[in-house]
């Protein structure tokens, strides 16, 4: 039988304010949605853990520490060091309603990849809920991801649609990259 083998994985949600962040990362972590505005003052820090497919065939038990950042663009320069400092993966989220958003995904990416190196990014295209809203096509957002061998998916956090997902798959790229083959 193979063990189970655990791991401990730092992970950080980027994206410009009100894109969602704080909400994905509530509905994951305690899966519910508050349609409140939680104005987050700095980083909050959450912890869930989930099991995942392991590269060796065995289950992996992944501990995640999940960063919460503040939307301003002026953290980025002020604190992001701290912030993304032994990140091993990363939530990159947009507004499917904004297509700005979409596109600053490129800056954050890269201030993470300047501290953190080359690491597995997700990206999200949240507010799935608000679809007759949209504001991009899904192949738009696709490019953007390609950019960095990577792939996205559409979330709610309001409805939960495609959240504990997000996450799952996130782990699974860390996990896969971790274990030796
Ligand atoms: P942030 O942490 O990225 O800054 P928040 O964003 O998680 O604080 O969310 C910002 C706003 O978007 C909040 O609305 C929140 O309720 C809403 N929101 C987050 N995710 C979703 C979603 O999937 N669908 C919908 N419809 N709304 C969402 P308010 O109005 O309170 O500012
Ligand atoms: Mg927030």
């Known amino acids: 039988m193979v063990e189970q083998e655990k791991m401990k994985v730092k992970i950080c949600l980027v994206g ?13 972590v305690h899966d519910e949605f508050e349609d409140r505005y939680i104005s987050t003052l700095g980083a909050k820090v959450s912890k869930r853990e989930i ?6 065939g065995g289950e992996v038990a ?7 950042i503040m939307g301003e663009k002026g ?11 032994g990140a ?36 999200l295209a949240n507010k799935k809920d608000l679809a ?20 996205f998916l559409s979330t709610s956090a309001k409805t939960g649609d495609n959240v504990s997902e997000a996450f799952e798959k996130l782990a699974r790229m860390i996990a896969k990259r971790l274990v030796p083959q």
């Open 16 to 28: 410009e304010g009100a894109v969602g962040k704080t909400c994905l990362i509530r509905r994951f």
């Open 62 to 68: 992944v501990d995640m520490t999940i960063w919460d």
């Open 132 to 151: 007759d809203q949209r504001s991009f096509e899904d192949k738009e957002m696709e490019s953007v991801a390609a950019k960095y061998n990577s792939a």
């Open 51 to 56: 099991i995942v497919d392991g590269a060796n």
């Open 75 to 85: 953290f980025r320069e002020l604190l992001k060091e701290a912030y993304f400092h």
């Open 88 to 123: 091993q993966g990363v939530l990159a989220v947009c507004d499917l309603t904004r297509r700005d958003t979409l596109y600053d995904l490129h800056d954050w990416v890269k201030a993470v990849n300047k501290v953190t190196g080359d690491i597995p990014v997700q990206f």
